[in-house]
Each structure stands twice: as C-alpha cells, then as structure tokens.
C-alpha cells in the first residue's frame, strides 16, 4: 500500500482561529497522484484540531459560540491552578473535536460536500505555528 506524505506548515493567530487548509491537503493529493485512496491530516498540539464544516464568517462565529459554552476560557481549570498556565479550556477543546480528520480520494479529488472543507483550528490562548502531516494511501 503505497503511502505519499507532506507538511503543512501554518501560523495562526490562536483564541479559536479557523484556517481553511482545503486547497493545501488538496496539493499534496495532486502531488501524490492518486485516483483512488484516502487521505488523513493530523495536526501536532494538544491544543489545536482538525474537523470538516462549511468554512463561513456566520459558521466560525457559531462555532466560537458553541465551544465557549462547553470550555470557557476562563472557567476554574484544574490544568491552569496546577501548571500556572491559562490553556486548558484549548486543550479541552482540541480533545473534543479532535486532532485528525480523513477524507476519501476520488478520481484523484478529495470527496468532500460542496460546502464542505477541511479546517485546522487552533484553540491556544496565543498565535502560534502550528504543523499538519498530510497522508495519502492509495
């Protein structure tokens, strides 16, 4: 089972910034040239995700919305007393949603819906660089 990989290499600016990572996960599909196959992308962190939606402004803002309300920001987090540190709701966050996402590869295109894409969230309390493996199995 031949296995093509690439890197994605991003800067997000944290607090839940939602980066549309479609047209790269894509790239790295064409330049495997695959027609039929799987691809996964996992981002490294234990305070960002991966997920698919519909990437829109009113979207993202009801996202923001829903994942304040499960992990507030500033809530008593057992993680922040006991480390000092002011992160946990993003790393509760991350663990919801998830650090990966797969797609199926169609005739050489990702099979997603029309509004559909793929979405790199970072949940840190601060911008960071943030990096995606790309795996396509074919």
């Not at 944290?14 to 549309?20: F, L, R, T």
């Not at 599909?29 to 305070?47: C, H, I, K, W, Y």
Request: charged share 20%; glycine share 6%; proline share 5%.
């Amino acid at each position: 089972m031949p296995i093509h990989t690439g890197q994605l290499d991003l800067s997000t600016e944290g607090d839940a910034d939602v980066v549309d990572i479609t047209d790269a996960v894509q790239r790295v599909v064409s330049a495997a040239e695959v027609d039929e196959g799987l691809v996964s992308a996992f981002v490294r962190g234990s305070t960002a995700a991966i997920t698919t939606m519909e990437h829109e402004p009113g979207n993202v803002a009801d996202l923001r919305s829903v994942l304040d309300a499960l992990a507030p920001p500033h809530a008593e987090w057992e993680h922040d007393r006991l480390n000092h540190d002011t992160n946990s709701h993003a790393h509760q966050r991350a663990s919801i949603v998830g650090p990966s996402e797969s797609v199926p590869v169609k005739g050489g295109s990702l099979a997603l819906g029309t509004w559909q894409q793929i979405v790199l969230i970072d949940f840190d309390d601060r911008p960071r660089d943030r990096t995606v493996f790309v795996h396509v199995v074919s």
